[in-house]
Nanobody
Framework: VQLQASGGGLVQPGGSLRLSCLVSGRPSRSYNMGWFRQAPGKEREFVSAISRTGGTTFYADSVKGRFIISRENAKNTMYLQMSTLKPEDTAVYYC??????????????????WGQGTQVTVSS
């Protein structure tokens, strides 16, 4: 199973980006999935998570109201729509998959599968 994140880039403060995470090798509906981010010199932190069916979502307080997580299992793809971006959102964003959990997890250690990361830079 492989996860491939894409969609990062350079955006001005207040702008928007949409990240995608393509799952290959096994249907994405097998997994609860999440987005994490890591800024230079900081630990990897939870951003958002979504259940297998998409019916349940969690968000970190820092992104609540600005980011929306979603998924299209028919396309084996998860998304993160990011709006009203701030310089503090600058980080490498990683998608991750958890096939064992019954509930959504917010710790990186609970996710066994990871994508390669995509850089998001918010700067004027």
């Amino acid at each position: 199973v492989q996860l491939q994140a894409s969609g990062g880039g350079l955006v001005q403060p207040g702008g928007s980006l949409r990240l995608s995470c393509l799952v290959s090798g096994r249907p994405s509906r097998s997994y609860n999935m999440g987005w994490f981010r890591q800024a230079p010199g900081k630990e990897r932190e939870f951003v958002s998570a979504i259940s297998r069916t998409g019916g349940t979502t969690f968000y970190a307080d820092s992104v609540k109201g600005r980011f929306i997580i979603s998924r299209e299992n028919a396309k084996n793809t998860m998304y993160l729509q990011m709006s009203t971006l701030k310089p503090e959102d600058t980080a490498v964003y990683y998608c991750a998959a958890d096939q064992t959990g019954l509930t959504l997890q917010m710790r990186p250690v609970d996710y066994a599968l990871w994508g390669q990361g995509t850089q998001v830079t918010v700067s004027s």
